[in-house]
């Protein structure tokens, strides 16, 4: 679910602030990591990349309106999955094998050729399906340094912040309660110093 869809789950993370000339870097930054459609014809199963927010199918980002007015930058990192179900590539296997035996007035073939047939039929199996398509949107505030993953996966965090530090050379650390204090303007030191601060009893004991 994005944000189109009104109420979402997000994961919060915290970037370095930008330089001056962020927008036209950002953009070849993206560029160069911009989602690629999978080849059917390859071993690839999974591919990603960045695309526009309005639009899932486009990786052109412009400068000029890279940056809204209230400071976001919004994106989308897209996920394509091209897999064959096991069940499914076996069931056709058995049957080119079935078909192949009853040709040749064989009871089996060897294991070498099922192998071989194996890879045959997967290939013509992923050039008849279509890529599982995955969207995940991205809010990243540069006055703020606030980053917003719309979604709690796990492993769509772990993959997004790999290719976000990758394409902008900048670390994300995730938001704490720590990390909140020091968004909102509580210096380091202060934040070192609550470190020293004594549990206080705020309940009544009786005796």
């Known amino acids: 679910m994005g944000l189109s869809s009104g109420t979402v789950s997000y994961l919060r993370f915290v970037a370095a602030p930008v ?4 927008e036209e870097r950002a953009c070849e930054q993206l560029a160069s ?13 999974q591919v990603e990349g960045w695309v526009r927010f309005d639009d ?9 309106t890279l940056v809204t007015p209230s400071g976001n930058v919004l994106f989308r990192l897209r996920t394509d999955t091209l897999k064959v179900p096991a069940g499914t590539l076996k069931a056709y ?5 079935n078909l192949r ?5 064989r ?4 294991k070498k050729e099922l192998d071989v047939l194996k890879l045959e039929m997967k290939k013509q199996l992923r050039l008849r399906s279509l890529p599982k398509l995955s969207l995940t949107d991205v809010v990243w505030n540069i006055q703020t340094g606030e980053v917003r993953m719309i979604s709690t996966s796990k492993s769509v965090a772990g993959r997004f912040v790999d290719l976000f530090e990758k394409t902008f050379e900048i670390s994300l650390r995730p938001v704490g309660l720590l990390t909140v204090l020091w968004l909102r303007g509580m210096s ?3 934040i070192d110093g609550l470190a020293l601060v004594e549990a206080e009893r705020f309940h009544l004991i009786r005796e």
Request: net charge negative.
């Open 19 to 22: 330089t001056e000339g962020f």
């Open 33 to 45: 990591k911009a989602f690629r459609e999978i080849d059917p014809g390859s071993e690839e199963e």
């Open 56 to 64: 899932a199918f486009a990786a052109d980002f412009d400068p000029s």
């Open 93 to 97: 296997v058995d049957q080119a094998a």
């Open 101 to 105: 035996c009853k040709a040749q007035g």
């Open 107 to 110: 009871e089996k073939l060897a």
């Open 188 to 190: 380091e030191e202060d």
